[in-house]
T-cell receptor, first 114, second 115 residues
Framework: ETGVTQTPRHLVMGMTNKKSLKCEQH?????MYWYKQSAKKPLELMFV???????ENNSVPSRFSPECPNSSHLFLHLHTLQPEDSALYLC?????????????FGQGTRLTVV | GENVEQHPSTLSVQEGDSAVIKCTYS??????FPWYKQELGKGPQLIID?????GEKKDQRIAVTLNKTAKHFSLHITETQPEDSAVYFC??????????????FGQGTILTVHP
């Protein structure tokens, strides 16, 4: 257990569905991230939140909509996805301060778009 | 922005042998270089990291070396065991901007240790 919990672990959705991924951390971190992990590609950073404010949107299509209601929770709202969006979606958190910049990852949500 | 290249993409060794994975990075301002291990069905987990004021760091069978001049760093695993089999990712932290935790990852190396 890394202290970062993602739900659900697996999700199958149709292209017209709307679903949400949830991430929760109780490590006292101030930064949270969404990454996309596709086969044979590096982890791709999608969004970054620092102190609940979005500081990075890495040219992600608008069919992915993040939400960070507080420093412990991060959501990724999904709508009208495409089959190529099927991937493992990883949440991570880290602290902003000092030298401790280790990122802790959740176990991911395996998303399949049909 | 930062760009990280990792090699090899796959590595197969016999139990007890050493394994070496190499990464290069592009941004000379990067100052933090972690290595992550990802087992099947799990998220990446930090196994060792190094900062730019250090050239080498060791933790039991795992060591990392950093050459800032050449902008490359390597992971060394000695006396490999079957449980070392996993995907390994290197990363570099881009020191600029406001996002201090932001990491750029390499493409990953699938390490297989044969008993």
């Amino acid at each position: 257990e890394t202290g970062v919990t993602q739900t659900p672990r697996h999700l199958v959705m149709g292209m017209t569905n709307k679903k949400s991924l949830k991430c929760e951390q109780h490590l006292g971190h101030n930064a949270m991230y969404w990454y996309k992990q596709s086969a044979k590609k590096p982890l791709e950073l999608m969004f970054v939140y620092n102190f609940k404010e979005q500081t990075e949107n890495n040219s992600v299509p608008s069919r992915f909509s993040p939400e960070c209601p507080n420093s412990s929770h991060l959501f990724l709202h999904l709508h009208t996805l495409q089959p190529e969006d099927s991937a493992l979606y990883l949440c991570a958190s880290s602290t902003q301060e000092g030298e401790n910049t280790e990122a802790f990852f959740g176990q991911g949500t395996r998303l399949t778009v049909v | 922005g930062e760009n990280v290249e990792q090699h090899p993409s796959t590595l197969s060794v016999q139990e007890g042998d050493s394994a070496v994975i190499k990464c290069t990075y592009s941004d000379s301002a990067s100052n933090y270089f972690p290595w992550y291990k990802q087992e099947l069905g799990k998220g990446p987990q930090l196994i060792i990291d190094i900062r730019s004021n250090v050239g080498e760091k060791k933790d039991q069978r795992i060591a990392v070396t950093l050459n800032k001049t050449a902008k490359h760093f390597s992971l060394h695993i000695t006396e490999t065991q079957p449980e070392d089999s996993a995907v390994y990712f290197c990363a570099a932290r881009y020191a600029g901007g406001t996002s201090y935790g932001k990491l750029t990852f390499g493409q990953g190396t699938i390490l297989t240790v044969h008993p």
